[in-house]
């Protein structure tokens, strides 16, 4: 961070004196100048660049929790990579918590939200059926992670080629209408990646990182979704 003014104005300052809505709250504005990192997490150009950002920006996520926010919303656009040699948490910065929530504010705020559907976690797109869905919590956020993972690994054949097979699938999941059709497509996702084998450019290596992120997500989500 290089500068930071905290307090620019109140958006209740423009509103006539004693208004007063149950559905409209009080914003303020505030500036912050940030250092110019690089593009975001899909312009790669090695494997060590991609994880290493990935890791960096998961570890941003839990320092955030760490101190009651969750962020929310995540997806390969608000992951940056750092600059060339940077050292590490500053390879992977996050960026855009416009979503971000503070974990002690009201469930009603806490509560799922639908976002970007091809990040979000089963047990949010589950919950968005219910009445009153519980909350987004870290753990949803992990799984999100996961699934830009599974963007960069399976997506990306090498730094910008992309494979049409996987492109379309992950398209498919942008269009899906129905939250059910789509959790059952990430539930397959998630409970056996096999059927989509990363590329020969990703080697063994990257496959190993997918099933050991797999292998800790799955009992999560099978207890999660139980549990709500």
């Keep these: 961070m290089v500068s930071l003014q905290d307090h620019c104005a109140d958006t209740e300052a423009y509103r006539p004196p004693g208004f007063c809505h149950p559905n409209i709250q ?13 593009k975001s997490i899909e312009h790669f150009t090695s494997r060590a660049q991609a994880t290493s950002a990935l890791r960096d920006a998961i570890l941003a996520s839990r320092s955030f929790f760490e101190r009651y926010l969750t962020p929310r919303g995540l997806s390969m656009q608000n992951i940056l990579l750092g600059h060339f040699g940077a050292s590490p948490r500053l390879r992977g910065i996050l960026i855009d918590l416009d979503m971000a ?25 589950h919950n968005l059926q219910c009445q009153l869905p519980p909350r987004h919590d870290h753990l949803d956020d992990l799984e999100s992670f996961f699934y830009v993972l599974c963007h960069l690994v399976l997506l990306f054949e090498s730094p910008g080629c992309r494979s049409k097979a996987m492109n379309d699938m992950f398209a498919e999941w942008e269009t899906v209408e129905s939250l059910h059709t789509l959790v059952v497509l990430k539930s397959a996702k998630l409970y056996d990646y096999c059927q989509w084998p990363t590329s020969l450019w990703w ?12 292998d800790i997500l799955w009992p999560i989500v099978q207890r999660k979704t139980t549990a709500r």
């Design 26 to 38: 009080n914003r303020t504005k505030f500036r912050l100048v940030m250092q110019l990192y690089g």
């Design 101 to 125: 929530i503070w974990t002690t504010s009201d469930i009603s705020k806490l509560r799922a939200n639908m976002g970007l559907g091809t990040r979000q976690s089963i047990g949010v797109l």
């Design 203 to 214: 080697g063994e290596v990257a496959e190993t990182l997918l099933k050991g992120f797999q």
